[in-house]
Nanobody, 115 residues
């Protein structure tokens, strides 16, 4: 069992930056693939970025070159550094921990990009 708590969301102007954090509790954090997903109003939840236990990363096309996912296994933390934010990045961002067949979600943190 893994519990996830996101933080770091907020209101930011276009072109600004935010860093989201996800704190995990539970055992064997280092074996989980960790991901950030987002869901905008009226849209389906979508993958933003994912990092495996070995540190391999994948990004959605919309995030490439602007977002960076990282993890600190000793602290049981996952981060999403977001730069050059756009209004279309506005969404609730969710942290996910996956070790199939299990998948765990946090409650989400709101990111609003607006002037």
């Amino acid at each position: 069992q893994v519990q996830l708590v996101e933080s770091g969301g907020g209101l930011v102007q276009p072109g600004g930056s935010l860093t989201l954090s996800c704190a995990a509790s539970g055992t064997f954090f280092n074996i989980y693939t960790m991901g950030w997903y987002r869901q905008a109003p009226g849209k389906q939840r979508e993958l933003v970025a994912r990092i495996t236990s070995g540190g391999s990363t994948i990004y959605a096309d919309s995030a490439k070159g602007r977002f960076t996912i990282s993890r600190d296994n000793a602290k049981k933390m996952v981060y999403l550094q977001m730069n050059s934010l756009k209004p279309e990045d506005t969404a609730v961002y969710y942290c996910n921990a996956r070790q199939l067949p299990n998948s765990y979600w946090g409650q989400g943190t709101q990111v609003t990009v607006s002037s």
